[in-house]
């Protein structure tokens, strides 16, 4: 499997394109930024892990999962579950897609943007809290493999699951800012829109409602494909932990052979 460098993860590129994050992300210093993220109390649960991971007894385990097809078939269910869930209310497509939905939008979509935008923000929220249950439980099933495979793997996965823990909570928060970002471009988008109907004479000949909006290159449409591929790089950005995990036990298939 390729490695994905974390610098220029898709979603920075993605959020950077929509031009609602500034500048580069700086890793200078990345030790000492990412400590300054861990609470005294964390650091001192962490440390004992990384005290105690040689100590810990290894007991070999045979298992009939396989680690590549574990994610790639967790991988596929979520990509699908993001890709279903872009249909409106009402819509026939409707039927087999995902258990929340694109809300339909109405008059305050266009003309109050930030009554508007409420039902997209909760929307991506759902995805959000979605694709975390999802992860974390591909990333345990990962680390179960693991420990049965070989200490080196047993070690590794007891320690993903310290700084996992450890991470959680932050890792959270960073991801609870891009509906927030979202909501930037959504009132870029509404007022550009708007603007451009009060100013050209010839827009105002053409209807505008809903389902204009919603025409290809509408700025609901656009407005929509985008917030569809920014969650498609966040999820890619979440799978990243798993990712190094899955490239571990490769490399000790590998080293075995």
């Not at 460098?5 to 500034?22: E, Y």
């Not at 204009?212 to 969650?231: H, P, T, Y």
């Not at 190094?244 to 080293?255: C, Q, T």
């Amino acid at each position: 499997m390729k490695p994905i460098p974390v610098t220029s993860s898709r979603l920075q590129r993605v959020l950077l394109d929509l031009a609602v994050v500034d500048g580069e992300l700086s890793h200078i210093q990345f030790a000492d930024k990412l400590g300054e993220l861990i609470s005294l109390s964390d650091a001192i649960v962490l440390a004992e892990s990384l005290r105690g991971l040689k100590k810990k007894p290894f007991t070999a385990v045979d298992s009939s999962d396989d680690a590549n097809t574990v994610f790639l078939q967790a991988r596929a269910e979520m990509l699908g579950f993001i890709v279903n869930s872009f249909v409106l209310e009402g819509d026939e497509a409707q039927v087999g897609a995902s258990p929340f939905i694109l809300p339909r939008p109405n008059r305050d979509t266009l003309d109050d943007p930030n009554a508007g935008f409420v039902a997209y923000q909760r929307f991506y929220s759902l995805h959000q809290s979605e694709m975390d249950h999802r992860v974390v439980t591909l990333r345990r099933q990962l680390q179960q493999i693991m420990t049965g495979r070989s200490p080196e793997l047993a070690q590794l996965a007891a320690l993903d699951s310290s700084m996992a823990d450890t991470m959680a909570d932050f890792s959270r928060r960073v991801f609870a800012g891009i509906p927030h970002l979202l909501a930037k471009r959504f009132y870029y988008l509404n007022q550009q829109y708007r603007q451009d109907r009060a100013e050209n004479e010839s827009t105002k000949l053409v209807a505008d409602d809903a389902s204009c909006w919603l025409q290809k290159d509408g700025w609901l449409d656009r407005f929509i494909r985008e917030m569809q591929a920014v969650l498609l790089a966040e999820l890619e950005l979440r799978l990243m932990p798993v990712i190094g995990m899955l490239e571990a036990v490769e490399f000790e298939v590998e080293k075995t052979q």
